[in-house]
């Protein structure tokens, strides 16, 4: 028996991603229009955010966090995923209490990075996010560097996740600032840009950009169908 895969959203374009993501690359797997059972439970962003701006108070984040946890443990998920990376920072006070185990995405990044022999990475994403010890803390056990942007690229990355990527826009100008902040990493020494939120692989993939990407949310979606069918 294959696992049942929980899947935690946040956003709905990054919770839709990473579940189309499962579906369409099990099928190769599996056989013909096959995946493992999915169940996805998505308590609203707005919710999210009021624990999150002006000021980040992560014990209410985990509250919700674990409100989808026992919803998806009551519709029979063996464990859970969430691809939104800044909401991992609530999962030390998640995992004492959750009823079923987790998959880490900035692990899953850090293990693809080592697979590709990747060993100075940008980190992109909500300020909160690059702020944070999510990917820091990751990587450092693993012995990867990392960059992150500066203080005004975190502030317009973050507006153009919030104002324009979650509500499924994807503007043509705000894919060449980006390009321009990945040309600044590339010359701070980056071999690879990890795509940090669940919306930027939307708005920009490998051949749109001057390093190679590690797209977080494909990248938990993939780690976690292997895990189903292991």
Same mark, same amino acid.
């Given at each position: 028996?294959?696992?049942?895969?929980?899947?935690?959203?946040?956003?709905?374009?990054?919770?839709?991603?990473?579940?189309?993501?499962?579906?369409?690359?099990?099928?190769?797997?599996?056989?013909?229009?096959?995946?493992?059972?999915?169940?996805?439970?998505?308590?609203?962003?707005?919710?999210?955010?009021?624990?999150?701006?002006?000021?980040?108070?992560?014990?209410?984040?985990?509250?919700?966090?674990?409100?989808?946890?026992?919803?998806?443990?009551?519709?029979?998920?063996?464990?859970?995923?969430?691809?939104?990376?800044?909401?991992?920072?609530? +999962?030390?006070?998640?995992?004492?209490?959750? @009823? $079923? *185990?987790? %998959?880490?995405?900035?692990?899953?990044?850090? =293990?693809? !990075?080592?697979?590709?022999?990747?060993?100075?990475?940008?980190?992109?994403?909500?300020?909160?996010?690059?702020?944070?010890?999510?990917?820091?803390?990751?990587?450092?056990?693993?012995?990867?560097?990392?960059?992150?942007?500066?203080?005004?690229?975190?502030?317009?990355?973050?507006?153009?996740?919030?104002?324009?990527?979650?509500?499924?826009?994807?503007?043509?100008?705000?894919?060449?600032?980006?390009?321009?902040?990945?040309?600044?990493?590339?010359?701070?020494?980056?071999?690879?840009?990890?795509?940090?939120?669940?919306?930027?692989? +939307?708005?920009?993939?490998?051949?749109?950009? @001057? $390093? *190679?990407? %590690?797209?977080?949310?494909?990248?938990?979606? =993939?780690? !976690?169908?292997?895990?189903?069918?292991?």
């Amino acid at each position: 028996m294959n696992k049942h895969i929980g899947i935690l959203g946040c956003s709905s374009e990054g919770a839709a991603l990473c579940y189309r993501t499962i579906c369409l690359e099990a099928e190769p797997l599996m056989g013909r229009h096959a995946h493992p059972e999915v169940t996805l439970h998505n308590i609203c962003l707005a919710d999210y955010m009021k624990h999150i701006e002006p000021k980040a108070d992560w014990k209410k984040v985990a509250e919700l966090m674990l409100r989808s946890a026992d919803a998806l443990k009551r519709a029979g998920a063996d464990f859970v995923i969430t691809p939104d990376n800044t909401i991992h920072e609530a +999962l030390p006070h998640v995992l004492p209490r959750s @009823p $079923l *185990p987790w %998959l880490h995405i900035a692990e899953e990044v850090g =293990r693809e !990075a080592q697979r590709q022999g990747y060993e100075r990475l940008g980190i992109t994403g909500t300020r909160y996010l690059v702020n944070g010890p999510v990917y820091p803390e990751k990587l450092k056990q693993m012995d990867i560097e990392y960059v992150l942007p500066s203080r005004d690229q975190q502030k317009n990355i973050n507006n153009i996740i919030f104002d324009e990527l979650v509500r499924g826009e994807q503007k043509l100008e705000s894919l060449f600032y980006f390009q321009q902040v990945i040309e600044r990493m590339k010359g701070g020494g980056c071999d690879a840009v990890v795509l940090g939120c669940t919306e930027l692989p +939307l708005l920009v993939g490998d051949e749109e950009t @001057p $390093l *190679p990407v %590690l797209d977080s949310t494909r990248i938990l979606a =993939r780690a !976690a169908l292997r895990h189903a069918l292991d």
